[in-house]
């Protein structure tokens, strides 16, 4: 047993198809009787209907969350929640809606209570990504972790299959990286692999039948426990490659994630061989491979050309990737990242270990 040590945030989880009808009962747990519910326009009628359904205790919606948290939207917001004397934030959607209650969170200390609609995580992380100016800039603060999380599996149950499929990999991709993570613990590596497992198993199901409500729950399960871990530990290449990509030259969030996992996977492969070997097990084969063969068949973008990457962005997206890399367990190699790009952006299968196509 080595020594390690790690930090859990105090979080009340709850899971289940319909628990968003307990959400007055944890407004007024947390002491609140004035909730400001945030979401993106998309999900403004969801946050009209949570709403209605808290009565009196909630004082308005702010529909206007937008990807990456630009801090102009949150200003806004922080000047509506003082306006309104709100005195909790129920933030229901994806990573943006969640990036949105954290930063008036990061403002206000208000409590926040997440009811996720997408898979990304961010609800279970202490973390903030925040952009002003067209830069992109990250923080960790404990007054940015949620309080309370409701995964409600009717609420991903009309999520389209594409960000279905495209989210559930953006959390595997948080997992796989904590497997390795210079800073792991037995606790992280466990949540891990039951997250891997629980994707693995339930998505599948979930895109054959959409509407399948155990299988959402499993796929939510999934998210939380990827979330989780993604808060707890230091990420590397494959975030990196991921922040560079998605702040440098606009790709958007999941889709980046989906297509360069089974990418960053293979290259560390060889360096952490056996810690990745119970993750391989699960999808067969090795890891980088096993995980390009999953994400094919449940249709995830394979091709960062297709996502909006131009040929001629590649040396930048390289020379980006190598300055200031994150802790990697296999050195970042300039020639090596070229090439695992180069096969990203053409949708190629992963280099493997061996060096082997
Ligand atoms: P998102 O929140 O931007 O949602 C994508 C789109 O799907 C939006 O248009 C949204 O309205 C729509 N949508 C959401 N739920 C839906 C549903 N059930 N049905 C139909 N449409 C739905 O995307 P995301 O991938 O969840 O989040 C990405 C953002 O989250 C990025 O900004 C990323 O940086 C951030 N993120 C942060 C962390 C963290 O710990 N800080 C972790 C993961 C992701």
């Avoid at 209650?101 to 992380?125: C, F, M, N, W």
């Avoid at 999934?222 to 702040?247: E, N, P, R, Y």
Wanted: hydrophobic share 40%; proline share 5%; glycine share 10%.
């Amino acid at each position: 047993m080595s020594d390690f040590q790690l930090r859990i945030a105090p979080v009340k989880v709850r899971f289940g198809a319909g628990v968003r009808r307990h959400l007055a009962e944890e407004v007024e747990a947390l002491g609140a009787c004035r909730a400001l519910i945030l979401s993106t326009s998309g999900r403004a009628e969801t946050a009209r209907q949570l709403a209605s359904g808290l009565g009196g205790r909630a004082c308005g919606t702010f529909a206007k969350a937008a990807m990456h948290t630009p801090v102009e939207v949150t200003r806004e917001a922080v000047a509506k929640a003082t306006d309104l004397q709100a005195d909790c934030i129920i933030a229901v959607g994806g990573g943006s809606t969640t990036g949105l209650g954290k930063a008036i969170a990061y403002r206000t200390d208000l409590p926040q209570i997440v009811v996720p609609t997408t898979y990304s995580g961010s609800e279970a992380t202490p973390i903030l990504g925040q952009t002003e100016n067209g830069i992109k800039t990250t923080l960790t603060d404990s007054k940015v972790q949620p309080e309370v999380i409701l995964y409600d599996a009717e609420l991903v149950q009309g999520l389209p299959v594409g960000i279905t499929v495209t989210s559930a990999l953006n959390a595997m991709a948080h997992a796989v990286e904590t497997l390795y993570a210079k800073d792991r613990n037995p606790l992280s590596s466990a949540l891990a692999l039951e997250g891997l497992k629980a994707f693995r198993e339930a998505l599948p199901a979930v895109i054959k039948s959409p509407h399948d409500l155990n299988a959402r729950g499993k796929t939510l399960y999934g998210a939380w426990l990827c979330g989780s871990v993604l808060g707890q530990v230091g990420m590397a290449l494959h975030h990196k490659l991921c922040h560079t990509l998605g702040g440098s030259f606009g790709l958007p969030h999941a889709e980046t994630h989906a297509i360069l996992l089974p990418h960053t996977a293979a290259y560390n492969e060889g360096a952490v061989r056996e810690i990745l070997q119970p993750a391989a097990d699960l999808f067969g084969g090795g890891l980088g491979d096993g995980l390009y063969a999953f994400a094919g068949q449940m249709g995830a973008p394979r091709a960062l050309r297709d996502i909006g990457l131009n040929r001629s962005d590649l040396d930048k997206a390289v020379e980006l990737a190598v300055r200031n890399p994150y802790w990697n367990p296999r050195p970042v190699e300039r020639s090596a990242i070229r090439e695992l790009l180069q096969r990203a952006f053409e949708g190629a299968p992963p280099e493997d270990i061996d060096g082997r196509s």
